[in-house]
Nanobody
């Protein structure tokens, strides 16, 4: 499966963005999808994930209450809605996909085989 992340940009603190991760080349409904981010000079960090069915979602504590994840299998797309953005949310955001992930595996990047190219999110203070 190929993934295309989009929707990044420059926004002021307190603003909102919606990222999209659109898949092609596979049966999207069978894949769990995660969002990760990597700030300059830092390690990649888990943000949010949703299982294939859409029934289970996992949100990192650092963004809980501000970010939500959803999926539209008919459009082969997963969304990351980001509200009340902070300067520390500045990073390149990547989406990743994998079939058959259990809930406890969702936050761990090593379990994902397919990655999108990343989209830059910059939050100004």
């Amino acid at each position: 499966v190929q993934l295309q992340a989009s929707g990044g940009g420059l926004v002021q603190a307190g603003g909102s963005l919606r990222l999209s991760c659109t898949a092609s080349g596979g049966t999207f409904s069978m894949y769990s999808v995660g969002w990760f981010r990597q700030a300059l000079g830092q390690e990649r960090e888990f943000v949010a994930a949703v299982r294939a069915s859409g029934g289970h979602k996992y949100i990192a504590d650092s963004v809980k209450g501000r970010f939500t994840i959803s999926r539209d299998n008919a459009k082969s797309t997963v969304y990351l809605e980001m509200n009340t953005l902070k300067p520390e949310d500045t990073a390149v955001y990547y989406c990743a996909a994998q079939r058959g992930l259990i809930l406890s595996s969702l936050p761990h990047s090593q379990y994902y085989s397919y990655w999108g190219q990343g989209t830059q999110v910059t939050v100004s203070s």
